[in-house]
Every structure is written in structure tokens, then in C-alpha cells.
């Protein structure tokens, strides 16, 4: 079965550049979640969207923005990266409504994460 | 104010032992209610879903849930130690047309062969 695809599953920078992590969900799932994981933390949730809208928002900086597209992949953007960035970054997604062959159960299903070090 | 608490342990059981993880929810809006497990530097992986009150059982696991006491927990018998991991307690809320997720900070499991 199709899993959620992040990339890329490493990503080293320095200080002050750019990061783009990127998530394709499963098909057909509406709902897609960005996630960060420090070392030794639980997820904290950053942002998510539903039918390509923002749906809600968490602790995500404002050096950090995100989007999802027409084919309902979404990007993270990270810029200004600082030390502190450094984590694992993971996108969930999940799928609402009642399909003919399943229903909405809000399951979250998370890809491999994408590992960021900053230098 | 965190709003799903769990106990980050470590929780050592013996192998072959019972292990007993819980957590407590604020929200009283809340629906539905996973279990994950997540080893270190992997992605959280779903073990258990809970929707009703009372027990679901799947396996070794099972997962118990009062929505009175806004509380659910999970069993899992006869502990190995590959069930070594963190478990996280997720609550999600159907809310205006999407869902809202929030995680526990997860217990820490050590099964001692």
C-alpha cells in the first residue's frame, strides 16, 4: 500500500540558508500535518492543511512557512535556519469523510521523517 | 498547559510481564484516540485506535478508554523487548471541518529481557 513520501530523508545546512522539505501523502488522504522532533521530545505539531487550505497553525516560526498544492503535496519551507532547527521533521496525513470502500477514522500516518542538521 | 498528559517514565516491566501506559485528555470535545509507538529516530507508527468507551483488544494490546475521566490507557501483555519504545498517547478533535491532533510527550517503555 502507498505510504506517505518525504524528501529528502537527510539535509544538512548551514546557518542562515534555506531549507525545502517536501511530503506526498497517501492518495486520497485531505489532510496532511507537518511535525518537528527534537532529540528526546515529543512531536510538536507546526501546521496542517485540509483541502489544500491551512486548517490550523502551532508552534511554527515565522522564518517557516508552508503550502500544500493542486496535487496535494506540501511543501515546508525553512529560512534563516538558526542551530535550534535541527530535528526531525515529520509529515503525517490522515483522510476525512466516508469514501465508498472506507470511512473516516482520523488516523494519522506519518512518513520517515525528514532529518535536518544545521551547522 | 499541556493538553494530553502522559507519565515520560522510563517504565521497566520484565519480559513477559504486563505493561500498563496512560494518559489523561483536557478536552472534552475529543472523539478519537490512537496510541503510537515510536522507536528512536523513526516516524510514530500506529498500534492502537480507540473510539467508544470501554475495551478494544488486538493482539497483545489492548486499549481502554472513559471518556468521563477523560483517560485512556493501554495494556500490553506479555511484554518482549522489541515492545522497548516510546509510546505516544494522540487525541484528535473533529473540529469546524478538520482535525485537530495533539500528542502526548510519550512514555518510555524498557522491557528487561
Known amino acids: 500500500a502507498a505510504g506517505v513520501i518525504q524528501s529528502p530523508r537527510h539535509l544538512i545546512k548551514e546557518k542562515r540558508e534555506t531549507a525545502t522539505l517536501k511530503c506526498y501523502p497517501i492518495?486520497?488522504?485531505?489532510?496532511v500535518y507537518w511535525y518537528q522532533q527534537g532529540p528526546g521530545q515529543d512531536p510538536q505539531f507546526l501546521i496542517s492543511f485540509y483541502e489544500k487550505m491551512q486548517s490550523d497553525k502551532g508552534s511554527i516560526p515565522d522564518r517557516f512557512s508552508a503550502q500544500q498544492f493542486s496535487d496535494y503535496h506540501s511543501e515546508l519551507n525553512m529560512s534563516s535556519l538558526e542551530l535550534g532547527d535541527s530535528a526531525l521533521y515529520f509529515c503525517?496525513?490522515?483522510?476525512?469523510?466516508?469514501?465508498?470502500?472506507?470511512?473516516?477514522?482520523?488516523?494519522?500516518?506519518f512518513g520517515e521523517g525528514s532529518r535536518l542538521t544545521v551547522l | 498547559q499541556k493538553e494530553v498528559e502522559q507519565n515520560s517514565g522510563p517504565l521497566s516491566v520484565p519480559e513477559g510481564a504486563i505493561a500498563s501506559l496512560n494518559c489523561t485528555y483536557s478536552?472534552?470535545?475529543?472523539?478519537?484516540f490512537f496510541w503510537y509507538r515510536q522507536y528512536s529516530g523513526k516516524s510514530p507508527e500506529l498500534i492502537m485506535s480507540?473510539?467508544?468507551?470501554g475495551d478494544k483488544e488486538d493482539g497483545r494490546f489492548t486499549a481502554q478508554l472513559n471518556k468521563a475521566s477523560q483517560y485512556v490507557s493501554l495494556l500490553i501483555r506479555d511484554s518482549q523487548p522489541s515492545d522497548s519504545a516510546t509510546y505516544l498517547c494522540a487525541v484528535n478533535e473533529d473540529s469546524g471541518g478538520y482535525q485537530k491532533v495533539t500528542f502526548g510527550t510519550g512514555t518510555k517503555l524498557q522491557v528487561i529481557p
Open positions: 478536552d472534552r470535545g475529543s472523539q478519537s
Open positions: 492518495p486520497r488522504h485531505d489532510t
Open positions: 480507540i473510539y467508544s468507551n
Open positions: 503525517a496525513s490522515s483522510a476525512r469523510g466516508v469514501f465508498p470502500d472506507f470511512i473516516y477514522t482520523g488516523e494519522l500516518f
